[in-house]
């Protein structure tokens, strides 16, 4: 530690400091001890640490359905905002976000020593497993939440304000309505996305559809796609997915309504994949990354017990690409 300290101009309680509660050392600072250390391989006894500071160093994510792009996506998010402050994550990826499941990962993280735990969590099944936390657990809540009465910190995309911005803008290009394609309706995620969609109608004092449900994939979204080319009054549609808008598009396709000309598509997620798709696709972008970095931020004050602000929203971004297009 003292070689750490000498080749970064600072004190070995400076570099001790950083190791141990970052949190309390400038951005400035840290970034300097954190180079030496790389540059010195230099590796601290996670034992001592534990036995000094009550800290692990370690972060527990509990996650579900790793698999969809999402739920992937704000993993990826929260284990580079770890990394950057040198902290490692221990995931607990469970098979359903009930209160049973919720505790049992919680408690495997926690026999793990880890300073605190975030919960990725889609489901409104989740809120109740939310309710019943252990004391002392400082804990924050990603994605889920939003509109649900849960006791902890949130860091959650817009999702409400995303699906607005996507209805208002098929709405300027002159089409009457928008029809809806969403997620299961179980998703905090897809709920918001309706309301957001409804909201937007209705502030036009424009006819609001029936929504229609999915399931996320691809698949589910050509089904409803072929059902959805086979009325002429259809001329915008809102998916809550790009996977689902994909199977759309080629239902659409098949049929013979060509994209944009007869019918509009918008997604949702901005998936690498969207930009290529055919036409490629008009779709709301979430910043995953600023989702990890808010979740991250917000556990470490718990951790050191500062009491801040109990949600941190962030803004997605319409892209306009091919897919959309004025009304026929």
């Known amino acids: 530690m003292e070689d750490v300290a000498e080749l970064a101009g600072v004190s070995a309680m400076t570099v001790s400091r950083v190791l141990n509660a970052p949190e309390k050392v400038r951005p400035e ?8 250390v790389r540059e010195l391989d230099y590796r601290p006894n996670s034992a001592a640490r534990v036995l000094v500071t009550g800290r692990s160093g370690v972060l527990g994510v509990v996650c579900f359905d790793t698999t969809l792009y999402g739920p992937a996506s704000t993993l990826f998010g929260i284990e580079q905002a770890a990394r950057d402050s040198d902290y490692l994550v221990s995931i607990a990826s469970l ?16 026999s793990q020593s880890v300073d605190g735990v975030i919960v990725v969590a889609p489901h409104e099944s989740a809120a109740e497993g939310l309710r019943h936390l252990p004391q002392g657990l400082p804990v924050v809540d990603v994605g889920g939440g939003t509109d649900l009465p849960v006791p902890v910190p949130v860091a959650a995309v817009d999702q409400h304000a995303g699906a607005a911005r996507a209805t208002r803008h098929l709405l300027s290009l002159g089409h009457r309505t928008v029809w809806h394609l969403s997620g299961p309706p179980n998703w905090i995620d897809a709920s918001g996305r309706v309301a957001g969609w409804r909201s937007a109608l ?7 559809p029936e929504p229609l449900v999915g399931d996320w994939t691809a698949h589910s979204g ?3 796609g072929k059902r959805l080319a086979r009325e002429p009054d259809v001329t915008a549609v809102f998916v809550a997915n790009d996977h689902m808008a994909m199977g759309v598009l080629r239902a659409l396709r098949e049929a013979g309504r060509r994209v944009p000309d007869d019918v509009s598509v918008v997604g949702f997620d901005d998936v690498p994949e969207a930009a290529y798709f055919w036409p490629p696709l008009t779709t709301v972008r979430q910043n995953f990354g600023e989702v990890g970095r808010q979740a991250f931020q917000l556990l470490l004050d718990r951790i050191a017990g500062v009491e801040g602000e109990a949600r941190r929203m962030v803004e997605p971004e319409l892209v306009v690409r091919e897919s959309t297009g004025v009304r026929p």
Do not use: C, K, Q
Not at 29 to 36: D, F, H, I, Q
Not at 101 to 107: E, F, K, L, S
Not at 202 to 208: I, L, N, S, T, Y
């Open 95 to 110: 098979p359903a976000l009930n209160r049973s499941w919720i505790t049992r990962g919680i408690d495997r993280l926690r």
């Open 222 to 224: 050509y089904e409803i």
């Open 29 to 36: 600072t840290r970034a300097r001890v954190l180079a030496a």
């Open 202 to 208: 209705e502030a036009e004092g424009r006819e609001v």
